[in-house]
């Protein structure tokens, strides 16, 4: 079984701080995503990062994908408390089924 | 599109009921997939399928039974509820699968077992 470890497992933080959120595994994923879960909703995307040293931005959240393909960390500068949620990364395994292998999720708030 | 609708929303059942939480898309996916959410751990997979007729099981399928006989539905099936299944359950699907695809949620079922 494909294990992912994130951490921290809780971050409350003032606004406009900078925080990374990091994920990591004993294991090589084919692609790593990233999703965002508000209270009583389903997980929404945010990105999937495929080659080994890979980085998107998106906004002010920077996602990076480790050069083995093991790790993973979403970094957010300038914190809003828009950004308050469950993060949570999903190592995409190989072969045809693409199953999803979620990791441990690390909760944020963001306060004023 | 309604997206991944979920039914219920939250349902209580005492220990050995059964009931089956229904999943459907409107999106003409091929992959759906069943997870349950628990505190500190993350989706776990219970069962997934790559098309019409075909389920196989995921990381924690003890318990459940899938099947998929559209490309819309994916029903879940408690077969004797117990203690341990209590947990928020969702559903998700996905245009292509053996591809680093979007996969879409839906809301959650909140399922308690007394």
């Known amino acids: 079984t494909q294990l992912l470890e994130q951490s921290p497992q809780f971050l409350s933080i003032q606004e406009g701080e900078n925080l990374t959120v990091y994920c990591n595994s004993s294991?090589?994923?084919?692609?790593l995503q990233w999703y965002r879960q508000e209270p009583g909703e389903g997980p929404v995307l945010l990105v999937t990062?495929?080659?080994?040293?890979e980085v998107k931005k998106l906004k002010r959240l920077t996602f990076q994908f480790g050069d083995a393909r093991k790790d993973s960390s979403l970094h957010i500068t300038a914190a809003q408390p828009g950004d308050t949620g469950l993060y949570l990364c999903?190592?995409?395994?190989?072969?045809?089924?693409?199953?999803?292998?979620f990791g441990t999720g690390t909760r944020l708030q963001v306060t004023l | 599109n309604a997206g991944v609708t979920q039914t219920p929303k939250f349902q209580v059942l005492k220990t050995g009921q059964s009931m089956t939480l229904q999943c459907a898309q409107d999106?003409?996916?091929?992959?759906m997939s069943w997870y349950r959410q628990d505190p500190g751990m993350g989706l776990r997979l219970i069962h997934y399928s790559v098309g019409a007729g075909i389920t196989d099981q995921g990381e924690v399928p003890n318990g459940y039974n899938v099947s998929r006989s559209t490309t819309e539905d994916f029903p879940l099936r408690l077969l004797s509820a117990a203690p341990s299944q209590t947990s928020v359950y969702f559903c998700?699907?996905?245009?292509?699968?053996?591809?680093?695809?979007?996969?879409?949620f839906g809301p959650g079922t909140r399922l308690t077992v007394l």
């Open positions: 999106m003409n996916h091929e992959y």
């Open positions: 294991s090589v994923f084919s692609s």
């Open positions: 990062v495929v080659t080994g040293g």
């Open positions: 999903a190592g995409v395994g190989t072969g045809t089924a693409s199953k999803l292998t």
């Open positions: 998700a699907s996905s245009y292509h699968r053996g591809r680093p695809d979007t996969q879409y």
